[in-house]
């Protein structure tokens, strides 16, 4: 008995110790189990409790039942006479405890017991592992690998397992089980599918983090990390500032002959890495965001919602871009605006159509907006070089169709809009021209005589014939 006693406590506490929970929870755990088991061989609906007897060791298992006058549930009830058989100091209102055998609790007990202590050994590690590591979340921890799961990796990280999926994962690295790795902590999940820590290698903190311990100015707050941007395996753009004027915040991260920077490159293996000098004017960011592309105009379009236009050298544009977009991708990342990257020939292309669309008569496409035309439609025709609603209406379907960027159902609505707006321009020109012809029989009426004038004419008319009549 001794040494059974010996092996249960020797066992719970080898299994705290692994698992890192408390002795009382596994404890617990075993009770529960127990009782699970004892309802599941005994059928019976009365109340269970099971409680740990210190002299033996063992886990015993006690029916429940209530003393009263009236009995009602013969399973959970009983009369005081029936009480006092068992115990004689017991009164109305106190309880019996009845042993109930453990001994005969088969296999199928055994197996749901164990069961039941695994459950709860489970929510209590996971319970354990959230409160351990869910204020750790962002941090830099080393790792070695345990096994390989799929596309995923199960690492160490010292008290229990984390999960390394394929999309945290740089497309540059492969690791093999026993390699030590650096990683940071991605996510803290208690339930779930994913229950439990999340580490990553493709996260824009890992670069952080290894700046962090590999930078003295920036560990001591003299330089400090502004943003990171990263696409993991291909790029990353890193802003940092200085807050001591005599302090380079660029050469400080970059190291003497690129020593501290190439430190990490070789961590995240080969990846390219962009140092830039952060700035608060997002026009003077952006410039030097792009690099190492040549910026020749920076135009804020609009400072609420974040829009900046960007215009480069022809030459320029390709370099601007980068890579199927990644430069000005991670560019627009790292500033938190939109951007949009002209040619100096496209732009000036683009000055040239507007220019021509004011210059030409008629009514600007702007007029439409009136009659229901759509603002990003209206854009779409100025881009085509379609600046006034008489081109717009001497257009076909099918010309109209040829506009980049027009779906189907615009050619019906824009149809409509002209229409609309045709249909009120006539409507208001005959408005106009009723009640001038409502008008013209007042306008012929003659002006009233003056006599005054008359008389003038006749007294001179009179006075010529007279001189014309005198002799010379």
């Not at 920036?218 to 990390?225: A, F, H, N, W």
């Not at 790029?235 to 050469?251: E, F, L, W, Y």
Request: with cysteine.
């Amino acid at each position: 008995m001794r040494e059974r006693v010996g092996n249960i406590y020797q066992s719970i506490e080898i299994l705290s110790k692994e698992k890192g929970i408390d002795p009382q929870i596994v404890l617990d755990a075993v009770k529960d189990a127990m009782l699970v088991a004892a309802r599941k061989h005994f059928r019976t609906t009365e109340d269970l409790i099971a409680e740990l007897d210190p002299a033996s060791g063992q886990i015993l298992v006690y029916g429940v039942r209530a003393v009263v006058e009236d009995v009602q549930d013969p399973g959970k009830e009983m009369t005081l006479v029936q009480a006092r058989a068992i115990d004689p100091a017991v009164e109305l209102g106190g309880q019996i405890r009845i042993s109930k055998p453990t001994d005969v609790l088969g296999r199928i007990a055994a197996q749901t017991a164990k069961q039941v202590i695994l459950q709860k050994v489970r929510e209590a590690e996971r319970d354990t592992v959230h409160s351990e590591y869910s204020g750790r979340i962002g941090e830099l921890v080393n790792c070695t690998v345990k096994r390989v799961e799929g596309q995923d990796l199960v690492v160490d990280i010292g008290k229990t397992e984390a999960r390394l999926p394929k999309k945290e994962q740089s497309r540059l690295e492969s690791f093999s089980v026993g390699e030590r790795v650096r990683c940071v902590i991605r996510t803290v999940d208690k339930t779930g599918k994913n229950a439990g820590v999340i580490v990553s290698r493709a996260a824009p903190e890992l670069v952080m983090r290894l700046f962090e311990q590999e930078v003295p100015e920036i560990y001591d707050s003299t330089v400090t990390i502004r943003g990171c941007a990263r696409e993991a395996g291909e790029r990353t753009k890193i802003a940092v500032s200085s807050r001591d004027r005599d302090v380079d915040s660029v050469g400080a991260c970059v190291g003497m002959k690129g020593m501290r920077v190439q430190s990490i490159i070789r961590e995240l293996r080969g990846e390219k890495i962009d140092i830039i000098e952060f700035s608060d004017d997002p026009v003077v960011f952006a410039t030097h965001a792009l690099s190492p592309a040549k910026i020749s105009k920076v135009s804020v379009l609009d400072g609420g919602g974040r829009h900046m236009e960007v215009v480069v050298d022809d030459s320029q544009l390709s370099l601007a871009i980068g890579k199927k977009g990644q430069n000005v991708r991670l560019g627009a990342k790292l500033l938190g605006w939109r951007i949009d990257i002209k040619s100096e020939e496209e732009k000036r292309q683009e000055v040239e159509s507007q220019m021509t669309a004011l210059s030409q008569p008629g009514a600007p496409i702007s007029a439409l907006l009136d009659f229901g035309l759509s603002e990003r439609i209206a854009g779409k025709m100025v881009e085509a070089g379609i600046g006034t609603v008489e081109q717009l209406g001497a257009m076909t379907p099918e010309g109209i169709q040829a506009v980049p960027g027009l779906a189907q159902e615009s050619i019906e609505e824009i149809q409509n809009v002209v229409a609309a707006y045709y249909a009120g321009y006539d409507s208001s020109a005959a408005a106009t021209a009723a009640p001038a012809q409502a008008a013209e029989p007042e306008a012929i009426e003659p002006p009233p005589a003056e006599p005054v004038a008359i008389d003038a004419v006749e007294e001179v008319e009179f006075d010529t014939i007279k001189d014309a009549d005198r002799p010379a």
